[in-house]
């Protein structure tokens, strides 16, 4: 999968370098968002025929909030160390 | 609302698409990759504020990375049929759900995309609902933190009305450097572990 950073790479140096062409960049964003939605859309597609994954729907919810809750703890008890001795001092 | 669409068809069986297999193969990933890079690539307002700010706007995206990384790596034991490498792909979306789920569908599984999905829009959810009660108990920054990549848009507004105007600049810069680290971290939780 590193090629897939390789041509990210690639993507960001013909960006930078495009930087002040707004109306080309702005295309390639529309592009962009729309090709999220059209992969979003196949993989509800997908999700949705698949009655494995569709009985599965709950299970796999709960571990989703299992993982968001343990990630947005630690933040927020890191932002908050951060806050305690960098920010709340003045 | 594309993916409740598209599970709504396909679980209905009304597009005559029986034949599609569901993988846009591995050449929609590069191309998409690749838009991905060009955007990163254009968006200037990251260095703008590094020469306004400086280095320590830095603080707060390693906080929430390593804070987010370290409280999957405490729990991932007991979540089943999870291993880490899975774990921290799934928050290395940091609440960008789209771009997060989409990755990890191309490169992992459909099963893991779908919980990438969800939890990163249940973070940008508690984010949206808890943020003035993180301000209260956490301190000021705890809320551009638990907002991830999306303290850039669509939580910005619930930030300033938490934290204060003046924690906008943070959160932008914050929410700008994570959305580009999104797909790299993914990547990298994939590939390396």
Known sequence: ?90 | MAFSLGVLLGYSGWLPLATYDGNPGKYALYILMFLVGISIGADHRSLLLIREQGIRLFLLPMATIAGTFAGILAVIHFVDGLGVREGLAVGAGFGYYSLSSILITQMHSEALGVIALLSNIIREIITLIMAPAMAICFGKLAPVSAAGATSMDTSLPIITTASGKEFSVIALFHGILLTMLVPILVTLALTLF
């Open chain 1, 1 to 90: 999968m590193i090629e897939v950073l390789v041509i990210m790479s690639a993507g960001i140096i013909v960006g930078y370098l495009m930087r002040h062409r707004r109306r080309a960049i702005r295309i390639f964003d529309s592009l962009l968002v729309w090709s999220i939605f059209l992969l979003l859309f196949l993989l509800g597609f997908t999700i949705g025929r698949d009655p494995l994954i569709m009985s599965a729907l709950p299970s796999l919810g709960m571990i989703a909030l299992v993982i968001s809750v343990a990630a947005m703890t630690g933040s927020i008890l890191l932002a908050f160390i951060l806050w305690k001795f960098f920010y709340n001092k003045k």
